[in-house]
């Protein structure tokens, strides 16, 4: 989100801070997704691999739609062509900085992340019932 609001040449201000806020509701919002489906499916009975990659695949297109929606929606104001627009500028170029770098982090590394804590959980639950 820095680099691209250093590319676009726009400062760190007030309205680029609201758009990080409003981009990390989004973000976890879509972390959520796929960490909630996961623990489902693997309370279901599926492994808790099987249950990480299926969430994953079945929560890509919503995840996808909602951050791309996103980003189309905001090319316009971040564009700041209009007269006042330039106001809301920031705002919009950092929401869309952030979004391109999280739907890699929330696809990716949200997954890895959760098996890697609740892999460690069901060892650690296992040696304390040996």
Do not use: D, W
């Amino acid at each position: 989100m820095v680099a691209f609001l250093f590319l676009t040449h726009t400062t760190l201000n007030i309205m680029s801070l609201m758009g990080v806020i409003m981009m990390t509701g989004i973000v976890v919002s879509n972390s959520i997704l796929i960490v909630e489906f996961s623990g489902i499916l693997h309370e279901r009975g599926m492994g808790l691999q099987q249950a990480v990659v299926e969430a994953c695949k079945v929560r890509l297109r919503p995840i996808l739609m909602t951050s791309l929606a996103t980003l189309l929606g905001l090319i316009p104001m971040a564009l700041g062509v209009e007269a006042g627009s330039e106001q809301y500028a920031p705002l919009a170029r950092a929401v869309i900085g952030g979004l391109g770098v999280s739907v890699v982090v929330t696809v990716f590394l949200v997954p890895a992340v959760y098996l890697m804590i609740h892999g460690r959980k069901r060892v650690e639950t296992a040696e304390v019932a040996s």
